[in-house]
C-alpha cells in the first residue's frame, strides 16, 4: 500500500487528509489518473498539483513501491 | 545546533530569527517581514488561514537556504513561516539573510521569498466577509507542464 496526503483545498473537497491507496508497481502518473477517476469533481484541482514522493518533488514517470508516501502539492500560497 | 528552517504556529519573534544569521563576517544582515494585508485587489480579508506539509516545507526552507550560499558565498540564511489562523498585520513570514556586503544581502532576501512562492508546501486560505477560497501563486504565475517546480539555478 502507498500512503496519499491531501492538503489545502484538496484535503477540504475530500474531507480527509490521508488515502492509503493499492498502488505499489504503479507509475505516479497511473496513481494520479485513478484519483482523478475516482473523484471527477476535484481532478482539475489534482491537474493543477506537483506531485511529491517521500517528501521531494517528482516525476511522473517515477514507479511506487510499498511504503511510498506521496502527497498531491496544490499551488503552494505560503509568504 | 538550532532550526535555521522552520514552521511554527506561535508568532514570530523578528529578533531571534535575525540572531541565527549574525556572524562576525557579516557586515549586513537584511530582513523580509511578510504580514498579512487587509485588502487585496479592494477585497477585504478578516483573517488568513495558513497549513503546510510541515517536514516537507522545512526541507524546502533549507534547500533554499542551500541555493542561496551556493548563489551568494559566505550567506547565512534562516526563515520562519508561520501556520494557523493569523489576522491583519500578523507575521507571517520572517527571513534573515546575512552576508559580508550589503548587496547580495537585497538580492539573497528576495530569492528566499520568491523561492517560497515556487517549491514551499504551504497553503493560504483567505477569509472574507462573503466568502473563503484557498489561494494559489503558481496559478497566478507559472504552469509547471511537468509536475514539478523549476529547480533553482545550480
Redesign the interface.
Same mark, same amino acid.
Given at each position: 500500500m502507498i500512503t496519499l496526503?491531501l492538503? +489545502?483545498?484538496l484535503a477540504?473537497r475530500l474531507n480527509t487528509k490521508e488515502m492509503q491507496i493499492d498502488a505499489s508497481g504503479k507509475s505516479?502518473k497511473e496513481v494520479k489518473e485513478m484519483v482523478k477517476e475516482q473523484h471527477e469533481g476535484i481532478a482539475h484541482v489534482i491537474d493543477?498539483?506537483? %506531485? +511529491?514522493v517521500n517528501?521531494?518533488? *517528482?516525476?511522473?514517470t517515477e514507479v511506487l513501491k510499498d511504503g511510498d508516501v506521496i *502527497?498531491f %502539492?496544490?499551488?503552494?500560497?505560503?509568504? | 545546533m538550532e532550526n535555521l528552517y522552520e514552521i511554527t504556529r506561535d508568532p514570530i519573534s523578528i529578533e531571534a530569527i535575525v540572531k541565527k544569521v549574525e556572524h562576525p563576517h557579516a557586515g549586513a544582515i537584511n530582513t523580509f517581514i511578510?504580514t498579512v494585508r487587509e485588502l487585496t485587489h479592494g477585497k477585504r480579508t478578516i483573517y488568513l488561514a495558513?497549513? !503546510?506539509?510541515e517536514? #516537507? !516545507?522545512v $526541507?524546502k526552507l533549507a534547500q533554499i537556504g542551500e541555493e542561496i550560499k551556493k548563489k551568494w558565498p559566505d550567506t547565512r540564511a534562516a526563515i520562519t513561516?508561520r501556520i494557523g489562523q493569523l489576522k491583519i498585520s500578523e507575521i507571517?513570514?520572517v527571513i534573515a539573510v546575512s552576508t559580508p556586503h550589503r548587496n547580495d544581502s537585497y538580492e539573497a532576501s528576495r530569492y528566499a521569498?520568491e523561492r517560497? $512562492?515556487?517549491?514551499?508546501?504551504? =497553503? &493560504? $486560505?483567505e477569509h472574507w466577509e462573503d466568502g473563503e477560497k =484557498? #489561494?494559489?501563486?503558481?496559478?497566478e504565475k507559472v504552469a509547471?507542464p511537468?509536475? &514539478?517546480?523549476p529547480k533553482g539555478d545550480e
Open positions: 496526503l492538503f +489545502a483545498e477540504e505516479l493543477q498539483s506537483m %506531485i +511529491a517528501e521531494e518533488y *517528482a516525476e511522473g *502527497a %502539492i496544490p499551488p503552494v500560497s505560503g509568504g | 511578510g495558513y497549513e !503546510a506539509y517536514s #516537507m !516545507a $526541507k513561516h507571517a513570514v521569498i517560497i $512562492k515556487e517549491i514551499v508546501p504551504i =497553503w &493560504k $486560505k =484557498w #489561494m494559489g501563486d503558481q496559478l509547471y511537468t509536475g &514539478k517546480p
